[in-house]
Structure formats: structure tokens, C-alpha cells
């Protein structure tokens, strides 16, 4: 089976009205192969107020995105219950139980790791990475967080940026939204 490695993606929150999340555009298909080098892996759901990114299989994520996007309607935007709700189903659903993928989701209130293992991962910081560059893109949103007074959509850019120049699955097309 071809393996396709599908990006980095980051955010960050810096309090209610400073919240960003972006991804590079590459998808690679197994070690070799450039695919695509502008695919958007994220986005603003919900009437414009959570974002979203995933890293993965594309097509799983987009199914994700979906099926997510439903559950943040069934629960009138609350993230958190939505989140619980999606892992849920994507653990125990035989269908989705297969889909590979992970997800940020943020809003101006929470940030979110929702993985395919059943598990919403809330992280101890206000930035989170995820993906095949996401160690890296991690390590550089730490340090731009802790040491610069730099905006969210300022720490995600540059650190996908600072990604995309060690990991080979990560590219310098970089897709941003903010709240």
C-alpha cells in the first residue's frame, strides 16, 4: 500500500481575540513523490468560528472535517462536547474506526487535539503541532511563544516556515486562518 505523508500543521492561541492555525501544501505519496504542493489542510468551520487542520490521509481528514463540522452543529458550537463526541464515534463507528488521521480544532476558548485512537487531547500550552514536520514546527512556536511578542499568525507562519526547512514532508506553501 502507498503511504501518503500529508503535512504540518500548527496553532496557536495568545488569548480570545489572537487565535491563528496554519498547514504547508504538500502531500507527498511514499518517500520519493511529490503529489501536490498547494492541497489547504485547514479551515474556519462553524459560522466562521472554530478552525480546523488535520494531517493524515487527506481523504480520511476531509471526512473528519465533516463528520466534526456535524457534531459542532448538534452541540451549538460547544467544541469541547463536539470533539468528545467525534473521538467517540470515530473509535467505536466500524467505518471511521479506520480512518487515519489527526486534528487541531480551536477556538477562542479551547484547543484541541482530537486523535483516531478515541482520545481529545487538550494540550498544557496555547500551540500545538501535529503532522510529519509537526516536532518541528512545535519546537519553533515554543520558542517564538515563550521569547517574542509576536502575533498567532505571526508564530504559525514562521514556524511552519522554519519547518519546511528541515522536514522533507513539509513544504513553504503555507495556507493561514485566524479568528
Request: glycine share 8%; net charge negative.
Amino acid at each position: 500500500m502507498v503511504q501518503f505523508h500529508a503535512t504540518t500543521i500548527v496553532a496557536v492561541r495568545r488569548g480570545p481575540d489572537d487565535v491563528a492555525i496554519a498547514g504547508d501544501g504538500q502531500v507527498t505519496m511514499g518517500e520519493t513523490t511529490i503529489m501536490k504542493n498547494g492541497a489547504k489542510k485547514v479551515k474556519k468551520i462553524y459560522k466562521n468560528t472554530v478552525l480546523t487542520g488535520f494531517a493524515g490521509s487527506v481523504s480520511d481528514a476531509f471526512s473528519l472535517t465533516d463528520k466534526f463540522e456535524n457534531k459542532l452543529e448538534e452541540h451549538t458550537g460547544n467544541l469541547k462536547r463536539a470533539a468528545v463526541d467525534l473521538a467517540q464515534l470515530w473509535r467505536k463507528d466500524k467505518a471511521t474506526r479506520s480512518l487515519e488521521a489527526l486534528m487541531i480544532v480551536v477556538d477562542t476558548e479551547d484547543l484541541l487535539v482530537i486523535s483516531g485512537n478515541g482520545e481529545v487531547i487538550a494540550p498544557d500550552n496555547d500551540f500545538v503541532a501535529i503532522g510529519s514536520g509537526g516536532n518541528y514546527a512545535y519546537a519553533a512556536a515554543k520558542a517564538l511563544y515563550e521569547n517574542t511578542d509576536m502575533t498567532a499568525e505571526e508564530i504559525v507562519r514562521e514556524s511552519l516556515n522554519i519547518a519546511s526547512q528541515i522536514c522533507v514532508y513539509t513544504n513553504g506553501n503555507i495556507t493561514v486562518e485566524k479568528l
